[in-house]
């Protein structure tokens, strides 16, 4: 029988044992744990291409960003048209190109596989196309496969629709199979779909959805058919759309998405489009590069707009969404650029109340644009007599003015920035029958000069700075309003300004 002592030494062997077997299995498992978190963060990626009748050359992988696309790897083909690219960090999940530098081969698929593998000929690089490793790719080339097939059938039944030998019974029967045609496709990618739901071939595939709008029988009239279509076709047509995938951004079908909406889903004007805009950008939040690249890319469309009002868009844009908050990419100085900019466009867009003017006519009295000018229709105009385009354009402006000023009310205050013998002078050789008035030369010269004409009423700091206030910075700049001095027309030529007039003149004898 064990003593006390002897128990007591037993325990604490057992013990000591006990602790070491624990320390043993706790490193065994920090070893374990450390080689496990090792292999979950390889990342490396090696992309094998064999092609038959490639060699010795240099080969570039380009990825697509929206419609753009840029250089991301370089390798060399060896004398057995084998070419291999690899590095230690994957490029992320999108559509890729293979391109030699002057010509593009295929597109093709990376998203996170270690191993791609494929192999193929220059006779040709889709059809002979085999994928030794890579599921995605495997998805991807057999779908390119099918559809070249389609398009070259679809391309016989055009050649024999469009023959003038066609009856109309065999053309009917044609479209039948072009319908047919269509839906196959339309099947083929729903199977892909719903067989690979984790392939990011699905997800592309949905992006390039349109929406199947209800038929809508039970509406007799073929209008509000029509228009109950065309509100569902754009209620719906982003709903497969992964806001939350920042993989749409690289490959071009997402930018093709958004321009078709903007370009012919959307109904054409800046508060259709601005709603859009919010509707699109909200969703876009879901992702940083998503949301930027949705920024940025509707941003630079309506900046370089040259459609009329179009600028509505860009100072929603700029004054909205280039916040501190919310434009992560901009510096400080961008942003503060940008929302000045949107500022100072805010009050001069269609539909605004145009800012009242006050400056010096020829003779040297005050005119005032809303007090002194009453008419159905005033042009705003501002030029310059050393301006090149100016000498062109206005003496135009003062003809048609003349054309019409018998039949239709309309007077023009016509602005420029130097009150001077020169600015006199072309007025007088051009008959410009205006409201010519021009800034006070003076005012550059003496502050307290300008400060007085302020003090007694005469005019203001906008209009001293008529610049800066319609952000006119080159010339001429044409403006057109209505008898309530609201901004109808902006930046407008001569024709442009006639065939508003007219339009507004229709409207009114409706």
């Known amino acids: 029988m064990l003593n006390w002592f002897s128990l007591c030494y ?105 191993l791609i593998d494929l192999e193929t000929d220059t006779i040709d690089f889709i059809g002979n196309m085999k994928i030794k490793s890579s599921n995605e790719n495997k998805v991807f080339f057999d779908r390119q496969k099918f559809i070249t097939k389609k398009r070259e059938d679809s391309q016989a039944l055009r050649e024999k629709l469009n023959a003038k030998e066609t009856s109309d019974i065999e053309k009917e029967e044609l479209n039948k199979e072009f319908t047919i ?14 067989t690979n739901p984790t392939l990011f071939m699905s997800v592309f595939l949905k992006l390039m959805k349109e929406p199947e709008t209800p038929d809508y029988n039970e509406i007799e009239n073929d209008s509000i058919k029509k228009l109950m279509k065309y509100e569902y076709y754009k ?37 259709s489009i601005i ?40 100072a929603h844009i700029g004054e909205k969404y280039y916040t501190y908050d919310l434009a992560f990419w901009s510096d400080s100085a961008q942003i503060e650029k940008i929302q000045e900019q949107s500022r100072k466009l805010a009050p001069l867009l269609l539909g605004k109340q145009a800012i009242n003017l006050s400056l010096l006519d020829t003779g040297n009295n005050w005119v005032n644009m809303y007090k002194d000018v009453k008419a159905e229709y005033t042009v705003l105009v501002f030029w310059e007599a050393s301006c090149g385009h100016c000498k062109k354009e206005l003496p135009k402006l003062a003809r048609y003015i003349d054309s019409v000023k018998t039949t239709v009310d309309i007077k023009v205050y016509s602005v420029s920035k130097n009150h001077d013998d020169e600015w006199k002078k072309f007025i007088r050789d051009n008959n410009l029958d205006f409201v010519n008035v021009a800034v006070p030369k003076e005012v550059y010269s003496d502050q307290q000069k300008a400060t007085e004409y302020i003090r007694n009423g005469f005019t203001d700091l906008k209009s001293l700075n008529y610049n800066t206030t319609y952000d006119i910075f080159t010339t001429p700049q044409i403006y057109l309003l209505d008898k309530d001095k609201k901004i109808i027309g902006k930046k407008l030529e001569t024709g442009l300004l006639k065939k508003i007039i007219k339009k507004e003149e229709a409207i009114k004898k409706r």
């Open 10 to 114: 037993l325990i604490l062997s057992l013990k000591s044992k006990l602790l070491k077997i624990m320390k043993k299995l706790f490193s065994i498992l920090l070893i374990l744990s450390i080689s496990l978190a090792g292999l979950s963060q390889n990342n490396s990626y090696k992309i094998k291409m064999k092609i038959n009748g490639m060699k010795d050359s240099t080969c570039y992988i380009i990825n697509y960003l929206g419609q753009n696309r840029f250089y991301k790897d370089t390798a060399q083909f060896n004398n057995d048209g084998v070419i291999i690219f690899k590095g230690e960090e994957q490029h992320p999940g999108g559509m890729y190109t293979l391109f030699t530098g002057t010509k593009i081969l295929f597109d093709f698929i990376i998203n996170n596989e270690e």
């Open 181 to 194: 045609m269509g839906q196959a496709v339309s099947a083929y990618d729903s199977n892909i779909i719903k």
């Open 235 to 271: 209620n719906h047509f982003f709903d497969d759309v992964d806001f939350s995938d920042s993989r749409i951004n690289y490959t071009p079908f997402y930018h093709q998405k958004l321009n078709k909406y903007f370009k012919n889903v959307i109904y054409p004007m800046p508060d």
């Open 275 to 314: 709603n859009g805009v919010d509707y699109i950008l909200n969703k876009a939040k879901a992702n940083d590069d998503i949301f930027q690249y949705s920024v940025q890319t509707l941003f630079n469309k309506y900046i370089k707009s040259k459609i009329m009002g179009m600028d509505a868009v860009y």
